[in-house]
């Protein structure tokens, strides 16, 4: 397997199947790679080459039944969901529905220019297409994932844009209808992208609130430098698109009807925290600081965090390691006990 490298474009490897992914050369880089071809021979990725609308008739015919959140939006916001002007709330509404109620909105529709959008995100593939799940699925058979079984998600709906977003997990994507465009950002452009609040947030994730199609440098001056460090990933049915955790990324479905099915997976051990939650307590305790007390803070995270963790504790004996000690899931019950007591003083 060979890959192709060009500037600004994301590696392409070809010869991954569902059962033989590299996934030694895929974590190597630590960069998003797609995987050519990947799930090609999938049976709704076979159907969708042949007829389309095969692919949602094959959805209702193996659909659970069990209601889910779609998100729908007017014509006007052409495909982009996210936030409205004042970003407190969202330029499309959320409902329950079922697969025959969107599927029959969708299909009213298809002959119009100008139509709704609809939008099912980040459904469990053996929840709501259990059958599906047994013939669409990947191998992974790497130590990674002997603790961390990716979890399998289905997208489905119109055109749609999921605003630039980053995840802690890691992700492959496969595309199965539709064509998709997938813009990828290093975790060091999070300031040029200008994200929007932590609540509410479009699907749970911060999103930036810039328009990357159009963009407004006036506004967002520093998204021409997130630009020029993006990556893009154009995908076609049958591909599969690998990135790293925390990735910012934005993704645009193109068909009138698209599908795509991806597989997340942590690297962490279950009983650890969501670092998100640091993330919040740190703005309540440290953000207003002064300057140079937060300067003091920072090389304390430094120190004990984002230093190797042996170099904390090799000077002191065993018996005094306490939080020091590798976190295990005894360690993580007692240092949870220690904060929930400190937080509610």
Known sequence: MQVNNVRNTVSVLEGATPDSIPFEQLFANNEPVILKGLVRDWPLVQEGKKEPAKVMEQLEVNDSGRPMIVYQGAADIKARFGYDDSCTGFNYTSHKSTISE?????????????????????????????????????????????????????????????????????????????????????????????????????????????????????????????????????????????????????????????????????????????????????MMSLRDKPTTEKQAWKALFDYYIFNDPDNVREHLPVECHGAFANMDDNLSRRIRALLRNNLNR
């Open 102 to 282: 969107v599927f029959s909105q969708i299909r009213e529709q298809l002959s119009q220019q100008e139509h709704d959008y609809y939008y099912i995100n980040s459904l469990r593939l053996d929840e709501g297409f259990p059958a599906l799940s047994h013939t669409h699925k990947l191998n992974f058979d790497h130590p990674e994932f002997e603790q961390n079984h990716p979890v399998a998600k289905i997208w489905l709906g119109t055109e749609s844009v999921a605003a630039a977003h980053f995840d802690q997990p890691k992700n492959i994507a496969c595309c199965v209808l539709g064509k998709r465009r997938f813009t990828l950002f290093p975790p060091d452009q999070v300031e040029n992208l200008y994200p929007g609040p932590l609540t509410p947030t479009p699907g749970g994730q911060v999103v930036t609130v810039a328009n990357l199609a159009e963009p407004d440098l006036s506004r967002f001056p520093r998204l021409k430098t997130a630009l020029d460090n993006a990556y893009i990933a154009d995908l076609e049915p049958g591909d599969g698109l690998y990135y790293p955790s925390m990735w910012w990324h934005e993704v645009e479905a193109f068909d009138r009807f698209n599908v795509m099915v991806n597989y997340w997976w942590m690297t962490a051990a279950h009983y650890l925290g969501s670092p998100m939650d640091v993330l919040m307590h740190a």
